[in-house]
Nanobody
Framework: QVQLVESGGGLVQPGGSLTLSCAVSGIIFSIWTMAWYRQVPGKERELVATISSRGATTYADSVKGRFTISRDNAKNTVYLQMNRLKPEDTAVYYC????????WGQGTQVTVSS
């Protein structure tokens, strides 16, 4: 059974930084593209960033230049470094392999507020 455990969220002031982590078990982590998503109550879940098995990355326009996705295949972990955070980045952040049939984890709350 695949398990996704997100961590690293919290309250941060605008302009601040946070690094999210997602520990993955139950799949051969290194071969799958991984993604970070975020969701605000009442809105659809938004794709934030992806990283392929070879390390190729993509970003939503809203975070390009501020967020960096990375992975450590030895630790089965994917990261999201978030810099220059804005209030509109406030959301619950989730990671997930780009693979059908995987349940979402519990997510980690990020709140950007002064």
């Amino acid at each position: 059974q695949v398990q996704l455990v997100e961590s690293g969220g919290g309250l941060v002031q605008p302009g601040g930084s946070l690094t999210l982590s997602c520990a993955v078990s139950g799949i051969i982590f290194s071969i799958w593209t991984m993604a970070w998503y975020r969701q605000v109550p009442g809105k659809e879940r938004e794709l934030v960033a992806t990283i392929s098995s070879r390390g190729a990355t993509t970003y939503a326009d809203s975070v390009k230049g501020r967020f960096t996705i990375s992975r450590d295949n030895a630790k089965n972990t994917v990261y999201l470094q978030m810099n220059r955070l804005k209030p509109e980045d406030t959301a619950v952040y989730y990671c997930k392999p780009v693979l059908n049939g995987i349940a979402w984890g519990q997510g980690t709350q990020v709140t950007v507020s002064s």
